[in-house]
């Protein structure tokens, strides 16, 4: 019903309808729409920083410019673009999956969507208030603390408020998946994707108070004199790296485990087979959720904890190489002796398999801490976690959205497209970075704004340069594909592919705003291939048909959000000019009047009605 | 006949039960206020300071433990997953603090 009076009542109707929104499918495509936009953005930065290293002695951005260019690039990449594209898929899939009408907060979930926004956009607006952060996107202490103007203080802040929205997502997918799985649902007949979900905001909520507190300290640090990693003081520089790399090595795994998950969906789905060694596949991710927090100085050999720490946290990180190499032959398996559709989707994944094995290989290779003296801080480096995260986690964004755009849009994208935006993103991926292993053997540094000339770099960075265009034409003929789909393709079935096992292609695409009709009645692992076997049409029902609860659409997130914001350039500012705290009284003062309201007024939903429903039925958009 | 029979079971079964965790909860309490006295008790006669803080640290606890299982019933069904949250994040706690303890030299 919402859907069709939302789009007779025209666009303003429409842009409120998506400020309010607590419905999970709206959330996740905000999530997509801001996510993509930071993509496109984060993926302008990198071409800049190969134009610049296109020749030796390049002078097409200065050297400063260009420290802002890696430092957002990064930044950017990481925590605006894959983390909310990750929750994006989340959002869209992961209540479907379960058997659920919405997640467990719907409202908590929309102010994780608007904190993050926010922040992404804090920290873009450095660009135009005199530079954006410059200490890399690590941002270790000395050189955070010292770095003059407010660039640092946007990273502080920025990341801070969004920091705060993926962890109250984190909060909000781990009590959904416990307590809202539909009946006969048990956690061994979740699907793989709803698995990987379930452990990332596990690591989200264990991992993410390490970066806040991190940047809390540098937030008083640079804001309010304090001297935590000032030496001079009594300070250590060594506690930012340790509290950023305890968030940043579990972080690598909450941006590929969700993509691990999306993988096993697609190759079972696209075999035709159920996943081969399901409970292996759960015990790796498991596993590797673990021991991705027993590794993080792996980042800091060469800080000199030690040749006893240095072992211990080697041994660990290959360890990793395991449960990874378990899902890798898993993933073969399933697809071994199945009745292979090479979709776009399925020709992505395909490809990440031994994309990411190489990437997992050198991850293998600077593990060994004696070696990574060698490795430690050249393009090596950068080869090794671009071929993880590009092979591994952008990959699997393009997969995932190719096979889950049906459910999000109702329309599928265009096949014959979307296999013309991989090849030149796969051939300009291995293009790019391969050679950037050798470049840093041979000893070129990142980070580094020029490199000279006669030292025999020359031909691999132009090789590299030339990649990037290759991926950049890819990305573009993705986004044309998008735009063009929307006009041209018609509109999906419910089990878009045909071959859909779980839960989300038991329902309409798009699915009406309650999901489901009645709750399914699961009966075992793939639930709707169990139903289909048995001849069935769809899932049978746990529940009569009846009135179903939602929660109502409230402003308040939004409002609360850009209360922080407000309140976020108080605290930069502050410093300058003590005026600039009415900003920081008025930020708060909007966060907490919102929350007032929110706890006094009281908001119990409201029931959409048993007619109502059959005559959605009776229309074909709900099953 | 069998309509009434059941229910007085379940209420003579229920009440049992109530008891029981009555009782529990009353031990609980006074070794928790006992574990108070000692700790007091240590401080205000300046037991040595080897002795004094290992001591406390395990009273505290025990304490703690006694709270959340009987105060707070994880000990009853249905709290496993509270119970693998609260030690998985303890576990990520307590190795921050051995490595910001062991790792970082000053």
Same mark, same amino acid.
């Given at each position: ?357 190489? @990437?997992?290989? !050198? *991850?293998? /290779?600077?593990?060994?801490?004696? $070696? ?5 801080? +050249?393009?090596?480096? =950068? ?72 030292? @025999?770099?020359? !031909? *691999?960075? /132009?090789?590299?340069?030339?990649? $990037? ?5 890819? +990305?573009?003929?993705? =986004? ?78 939004? /409002? ?64 | ?106």
């Amino acid at each position: 019903m919402s859907t069709a009076v939302a789009q007779k009542r025209g666009l303003g109707a429409a842009i409120w309808d998506y400020l309010t929104t607590v419905d999970h499918k709206k959330i996740a495509h905000l999530y997509l729409y801001a996510g993509g936009l930071f993509f496109l953005i984060g993926g302008l930065e990198a071409m800049i920083i190969r134009i610049q290293l296109m020749k030796p002695d390049n002078n097409f951005i200065s050297a400063g410019l260009y420290n802002e260019m890696i430092t957002m690039h990064g930044t950017t990449m990481i925590f605006l673009a894959a983390m909310p594209l990750i929750f994006a898929l989340m959002n869209a899939v992961v209540p479907l999956q379960i058997g659920a009408r919405d997640v467990a907060f719907p409202f908590l979930n929309s102010l994780g969507f608007w904190l993050f926004l926010f922040g992404g956009l804090m920290l873009n607006v450095s660009w135009f208030t005199g530079g954006a952060p410059d200490a890399g996107w690590t941002n270790y202490a000395p050189l955070s603390t010292t770095s003059p103007g407010h660039g640092v203080d946007y990273y502080v802040m920025g990341l801070q408020i969004s920091g705060a929205g993926t962890l109250i997502g984190g909060i909000n997918f781990l009590v959904t998946i416990v307590n809202m799985r539909a009946p006969g649902m048990t956690y061994m007949r979740m699907p793989l994707f709803t698995w990987s979900v379930f452990v990332t905001s596990t690591l989200i909520l264990f991992a993410f108070p390490a970066l806040t507190v991190g940047l809390f300290l540098m937030m008083f640090d640079r804001m309010f004199g304090s001297a935590f990693f000032d030496v001079g003081l009594g300070g250590n520089a060594i506690i930012w790296e340790h509290l950023f790399w305890i968030f940043g090595h579990p972080e690598v795994y909450i941006l590929i485990l969700p993509l691990f998950g999306a993988f096993s969906d697609i190759f079972s789905t696209f075999s035709k087979k159920r996943l081969f060694g399901y409970s292996a596949m759960v015990f790796a991710t498991v596993l590797i959720g673990f021991l991705g927090f027993m590794v993080w100085a792996h980042h800091m050999f060469t800080v000199g904890m030690g040749p006893i720490a240095n072992s211990i946290f080697a041994v660990a990180t290959m360890a990793i190489a395991v449960p990874t190499g378990i899902k890798i032959f898993n993933w073969l398996f399933t697809m071994w002796g199945g009745q292979i559709k090479m979709t776009a989707a399925m020709l992505w994944s395909v490809a990440f398999i031994p994309s990411f094995t190489i @990437g997992g290989m !050198t *991850g293998v /290779m600077l593990a060994a801490a004696a $070696a990574d003296y060698q490795y430690h801080d +050249t393009y090596f480096v =950068v080869g090794h976690f671009h071929y993880v995260i590009v092979g591994g986690v952008v990959f699997g964004i393009f997969a995932a959205l190719h096979y889950w755009w049906p459910k999000m849009f109702g329309i599928k994208l265009n096949e014959k497209l979307g296999k013309l935006a991989f090849w030149p993103f796969f051939v300009g991926f291995h293009l790019t970075f391969f050679i950037q292993h050798f470049l840093g053997l041979m000893g070129m540094p990142r980070r580094y704004w020029v490199f000279l000339e006669g030292q @025999g770099l020359e !031909t *691999g960075n /132009m090789i590299s340069t030339v990649g $990037a265009f290759f991926m950049a034409i890819g +990305t573009l003929i993705f =986004v044309y594909n998008v735009i063009y789909s929307a006009k041209k393709e018609k509109k999906a079935d419910g089990d878009a592919w045909g071959t859909g096992r779980t839960l989300e292609w038991a329902i309409p695409s798009p699915p009406p705003h309650y999901n489901f009709v009645q709750t399914p009645l699961v009966r075992g692992l793939d639930p709707l291939w169990v139903e289909k076997m048995d001849g069935k049409e769809g899932m049978t029902p746990a529940e009569p048909l009846g009135d179903i609860h939602m929660p109502n659409a409230s402003f308040l997130p939004f /409002m609360m959000s850009l209360g922080t914001f407000i309140a976020g350039f108080g605290f930069i500012y502050q410093v300058d000019n003590k005026a600039w705290l009415i900003a920081v009284f008025a930020g708060m003062g909007i966060l907490l009047g919102s929350m007032l309201v929110r706890s006094v007024k009281d908001d119990l939903g409201h029931h959409i009605h048993k007619e109502e429903i059959e005559e959605d039925i009776k229309k074909g958009v709900a099953k | 006949m069998a309509y009434n029979s059941k229910p007085a079971h379940h209420e003579e079964y229920q009440r049992k039960q109530h008891r029981e965790e009555m009782k529990h909860q009353v031990l609980t309490f006074a070794l928790m206020i006992l574990f108070t006295f000692i700790a007091f008790g240590m401080v205000i006669m300046e037991v040595d300071t080897y002795f004094i803080i290992p001591t406390l640290i395990i009273l505290a606890i025990v304490q703690v433990a006694f709270q959340l299982y009987y105060f707070m019933h994880m000990k009853n069904k249905g709290h496993d997953m509270p119970a693998l949250m609260m030690y998985g994040g303890a576990a990520v706690a307590l190795l921050t603090i051995i490595t910001f303890t062991t790792l970082i030299w000053w």
